[in-house]
């Protein structure tokens, strides 16, 4: 769907290109078979992240309307949604029964029975024939809601219309959107290229001139890694998500540049990591990635190391100010980590199991659970583990240690040539391949085991369909790069994909 949409925004240009004539035909009968094969695989994949998407939604909407109180106080207070609420005859709003809602502006509780007492909080929507009633939670999206049925349809058709009726019910613009907003995400992060990982070309082959300024930015984002930048945006603001999530009550907007102080140190940390790697590997990456600014030569080495300090400065500055000792030392020590996977007379790098392990510690454990515990104390709370992220620490910290030897699968002729022992110069890119599949079918399996073993815990449907999902994502891209014949450039495209999962992974861990 998206190709065809952008098939046709690039050549509305052309007058003999018209809508219908770029639609895929899927059973011409000139197009060759394993070409309709792939297009019908492509609409399955788009099938699938549809059900995974009302899915998605049914878990959002059981979250605000099991939290509703918590999670829309703020919203409520505003005079915008009570001036809304005010203007509009006929529309009245359920009130809610938790203590949360009594601290509202402008709140009157009244009085309900013992049964409505008991009974679950969830959208309710009362009166008689003509007349709207609307739950809190669609209050607060502007949502109005038809009267529910009175009498239940026995079967057949009427009965998945009343199904259908009851979870359209539950939805608002607020679910709508935020389930929207994940599925398009994760499309485009699953059909995303990753040119920060797939550049093969220098900056001045790309686009118009440039000037020396704009040269110097441009190299100096490139060795920032952009591609491992994403994953440290995205794995810090899922489990900052989902710990506020955890704790509704306790978000505060003065948080938030706090948060965004833990961010940049975390970006400045990865800078310093991936940045002091390419001063000492420039010698291999002119083989095995010759278009990174310093093996190119668009930053000089003195300029590398310029940067390089300035970040590890401004990172661990900001750490020491603003968050605790323990969290300043565990930044530290990823630093160190990050120093002696590279720098001689150790460079762990040269090692297989020293490197994935460092590099499994500081992606998988370091991240995940320091930045939990960083929340944790923002929000005033004793650290205590959650199920979620017991998860997501161990689930990324196997996820590391699959980039830790993928990464090496383009870089197998340079780090032979410089004696780096890793496991695909050892057991060959074929081999190491698989071994990753399985590492990675063995870590979606064990997603598949906390949501059956927890259930209470974790939404089944989208934590099990989601990661089958992934799964199939992962088998498709394999089958790809051994008909290929493990090339480099299937294989740095199979990497690429690694990266999309990795990322994918932190937007599904939101919604489960």
């Not at 009570?82 to 709003?93: C, E, K």
């Not at 960083?374 to 992220?389: D, E, H, K, N």
């Not at 927890?454 to 199939?472: K, N």
Request: a positive charge.
């Amino acid at each position: 769907f998206f190709s065809c949409i952008m098939t046709y925004m690039e050549n509305t240009h052309r007058a003999d290109a018209p809508l219908l004539s770029i639609l895929p035909t899927y059973y011409a009968p000139s197009m060759p078979t394993a070409h309709r094969l792939g297009q019908l695989a492509q609409w399955a994949y788009v099938v699938a992240i549809a059900s995974l998407m009302a899915m998605c939604l049914t878990r959002l909407d059981t979250y605000v309307t099991e939290n509703v109180d918590e999670t829309t106080s703020l919203l409520l207070s505003s005079p915008a949604v009570q001036w809304v609420a005010s203007s509009m005859p006929g529309l009245r709003a359920t009130p809610m029964r938790t203590a949360g809602a009594a601290s509202l502006p402008g709140y009157t509780p009244r009085p309900h029975t013992s049964a409505e007492a008991r009974a679950p909080l969830r959208p309710l929507y009362t009166g008689q024939a003509g007349e709207v009633a609307v739950a809190t939670s669609s209050a607060v999206a502007g949502a109005v809601a038809a009267p529910a049925p009175t009498a239940a349809a026995s079967g057949g058709i009427g009965a998945v219309a009343q199904q259908v009726a009851s979870l359209a019910s539950g939805l608002n613009p607020v679910n709508i959107g935020a389930g929207l907003a994940l599925v398009l995400a994760l499309v485009a992060i699953l059909s995303s290229k990753s040119d920060a990982v797939l550049a093969t070309t220098t900056d001045d082959e790309q686009g118009p001139p440039k000037s020396e300024t704009m040269k110097l930015v441009t190299a100096a984002w490139d060795f920032l890694r952009p591609h491992t930048i994403r994953g440290t945006i995205v794995g810090s603001f899922a489990v900052v998500a989902k710990s506020l999530l955890a704790n509704p009550a306790l978000i505060q907007l003065t948080l938030i540049p706090r948060a965004l102080l833990g961010l940049l140190a975390l970006l400045c940390g990865n800078g310093y990591i991936v940045g002091i790697n390419q001063i000492y590997d420039v010698n291999i990456d002119k083989v095995n990635k010759p278009f990174l600014p310093v093996a190119a030569g668009r930053l000089s080495t003195n300029q590398a190391w310029v940067l390089v300090v300035a970040l590890g400065a401004l990172g661990g500055t900001i750490v020491a100010s603003v968050f605790g000792p323990l969290i300043a030392g565990l930044y530290a020590f990823g630093l160190f980590l990050g120093t002696i996977y590279s720098v001689p007379p150790l460079r762990l790098k040269r090692f297989a199991v020293p490197a994935f392990l460092i590099i499994a510690t500081c992606r998988g454990f370091l991240l995940n659970w320091g930045v939990f515990y960083a929340v944790r104390a923002a929000l005033g709370l004793p650290f205590a583990w959650i199920p979620q992220i017991q998860f997501i620490t161990i689930f990324m910290v196997v996820f590391a240690v699959v980039i830790s030897i993928t990464k090496d699968l383009p870089d197998t002729a340079g780090d032979k040539k410089y004696n780096i022992q890793t496991l695909s110069t050892k057991l060959g890119v074929a081999t190491v391949s698989k071994i990753a599949v399985g590492m990675l079918l063995l870590n979606y399996a064990g997603a598949f085991a906390w949501a059956l073993l927890l259930p209470q815990v974790f939404f089944a449907p989208v934590m099990i369909g989601g990661h089958a999902v992934l799964a199939g994502y992962l088998l498709y891209h394999f089958r790809v790069l051994s008909q290929a014949g493990y090339t480099q450039p299937a294989l740095i495209q199979f990497y690429s994909r690694i990266w999309n999962l990795f990322y994918s992974e932190y937007l599904l861990f939101v919604a489960i």
